[in-house]
């Protein structure tokens, strides 16, 4: 079952930037998808599409099968708990500890406190956090970080990750640390989406890769490396 | 629902905490606000006081011959009251009168044998009449002059300082009329500020708006404990406002009273105190929610 598709979707921020160019791609349920591409290539603006952080010049964009850009008023909140993003620069709150930053996904959707308190040290121990609960973002590293943030994603129970170039701050360790853990929670059932400039981590990982650059898409491959053109 | 807001007070509360420098900030402007409108109304409040004061003091009394019979008093006394300048007419009787100079010059044995020696009573009936403005004495005056009773009259008493009364009222009624003026200028500067600050406290959480957004949280949800934090600096600033206020009014109180003794402002704080506080809390909250609210619809608002 499709989860995500973009129907002819272009994006034009202004006359002399197309962002995205009549791109067409559907992922299915439980894939594991790599979006390379250069850097400016379009990849963060499909992903500001898809939880729709940005409109579509042209085309749509259905997540589950919902235009997501014809939302009731109010539905987005909700798309956007189905959607678990993580970004290149974290977003945590800085003055809520890393255990109350993963609360508040699920306080958001007005989870019971018992439900909280049962996930949030699950998702941390998952994450390999279960030391650094109470600290606050300032006092963790990059890598730390970055799992608070996928474990704030997870508790959600989300119907799929969106990862916007999670390892771009991260060192190499990390970063292949935070990769085996997108794989991980891909094997557990959640369709992944990872957006990435790396060529070593999107060759490594021997999965689906779509190619963007300058706004199209130019190649689309099952088991895929990132061959740049 | 209750469980929702819970967690929107407990978490409005954890930002004011984790906050504290731009609490402290907020309180603080706050309370210039809210202080710069209470001691406003608090001086607009003893101007008109001491208007109503000084107006008591002036008052015009007619005394009637001692022949003239009660009725006619009473009738001329029915005739005043039907003037809309008017607010008041008292009788005074003649054995009313008798009895307040008795009382007045008790242990005093010369008057008291004087009033022996005489026989009966010798003191007049009066009308003691109070005006609603002291801008209508003179025409009152000159009605009665004119009036079907004016034969029975002794004599028409009416308070000499009149004139420095006059010039004090028109000073203490332009002063109030610039009470009005500033009240309303000053307010409006003290709201403008604060709304600036408000708007530089949310600006400050511009980013963690968004991160709230992206990780789901209905509008609401975001908005809620930004209005706590709000109620919290506003309950703070209306404490430290009433704290100041206290003070003032133990300073201002005896220096005021020896002044005009009637009013005393001490007395008039502690009793409105539970008043002003809900007044200050009210108005900070309006203020401070009103602010809250179109500063952060700019960051609410969806692509
Ligand atoms: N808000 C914006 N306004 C104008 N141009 C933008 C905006 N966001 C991105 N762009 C442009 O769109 C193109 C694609 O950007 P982006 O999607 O961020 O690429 P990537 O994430 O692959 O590096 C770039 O040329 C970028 O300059
Ligand atoms: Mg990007």
Redesign the pocket.
């Known amino acids: 079952m499709k989860i995500i598709s973009f129907e002819g979707v272009s994006?034009i921020?202004?006359s002399h930037?197309i962002?995205l160019d009549n791109v067409t791609l559907a992922i299915e349920q439980g894939e594991f998808v790599s979006l390379a591409?250069?850097?400016?290539?379009?990849?963060?603006?499909?992903l500001?599409l898809l939880i729709a952080e940005?409109r579509p010049t042209k085309g749509k964009v259905l997540f589950e099968n919902k235009d997501v850009h014809r939302l009731p008023a109010g539905e987005l909140p909700k798309l956007r708990r189905q959607i678990g993003m993580v970004f290149q620069d974290y977003k945590l709150l800085p003055d809520r500890t890393a255990y109350e930053n993963v609360a508040y996904a699920m306080e958001v959707a007005g989870i019971e406190d018992q439900y909280v308190k049962r996930d949030v040290p699950q998702v941390l121990e998952l994450v390999g956090l279960s030391n650094r609960t109470k600290n606050f973002p300032h006092e963790l590293s990059g890598g730390e970080k970055q799992r608070v943030a996928i474990a704030r994603a997870l508790a959600q129970r989300p119907d799929m990750i969106v990862a916007?170039?999670p390892t771009g701050n991260l060192d190499p360790l990390n970063t292949f640390e935070i990769v085996k853990l997108l794989l991980k929670i891909n094997e557990l059932g959640t369709t992944v989406l990872l957006?990435t400039?790396n060529k070593e981590i999107v060759d490594s990982l021997e999965r689906r890769v779509v190619i963007?650059d300058q706004?199209k898409l130019v190649r689309d491959e099952e088991k895929g490396k990132y061959l740049i053109t | 629902m209750f469980a929702a807001f819970k967690r929107i007070i407990k978490s409005g509360w954890k930002n004011f905490r984790r906050n504290f420098g731009l609490s402290i900030a907020v309180i603080g402007i706050m309370a210039v606000t809210l202080f710069i409108l209470s001691s406003l109304l608090l001086f607009d409040f003893l101007t008109r006081e001491i208007v109503g004061v000084i107006r008591d003091k002036i008052d015009l009394s007619i005394y009637f011959n001692t022949q003239v019979a009660e009725a006619d008093v009473l009738k001329a006394r029915d005739m005043l009251a039907q003037i809309p300048d008017i607010e008041s007419v008292t009788y005074v009787s003649r054995d009313q009168a008798l009895q307040a100079f008795k009382i007045r010059h008790a242990g005093n044995d010369v008057v008291t044998n004087a009033l022996e020696e005489l026989g009966g009573n010798p003191l007049q009936a009066s009308l003691n009449i109070k005006a609603k403005s002291s801008e209508s004495y003179q025409s009152i005056v000159a009605f009665i002059q004119g009036a079907p009773f004016k034969d029975s009259i002794a004599k028409i008493n009416f308070t000499e300082n009149k004139t420095v009364i006059d010039r004090l009222n028109a000073i203490l009624r332009a002063v109030q009329q610039a009470g009005i003026v500033i009240i309303i200028l000053f307010t409006g500067l003290a709201v403008l500020v604060s709304f600036n600050s408000i708007r530089l406290a949310i600006y400050s959480f511009r980013e963690e708006i968004n991160v709230m957004k992206l990780v789901g949280a209905p509008k609401w949800f975001i908005r809620g404990p930004f209005v706590m934090m709000g109620f919290a600096a506003v309950l703070f600033a209306s404490l430290v406002v009433m704290i100041t206020l206290w003070i003032g009014i133990l300073w201002l109180s005896p220096r005021l009273a020896s002044f005009i003794p009637e009013i005393n402002s001490l007395e008039f704080f502690k009793q409105n105190i539970f008043k002003m506080f809900v007044f200050q809390v009210v108005t900070g909250f309006v203020i401070m929610t009103f602010s809250t609210y179109l500063a952060m619809r700019k960051y609410l608002k969806e692509a």
Do not use: P, V
């Open positions: 994006k921020y202004n930037s962002a591409g250069k850097s400016g290539a379009g990849k963060s603006t499909l500001k940005e916007d170039e957006a400039h963007l706004g």
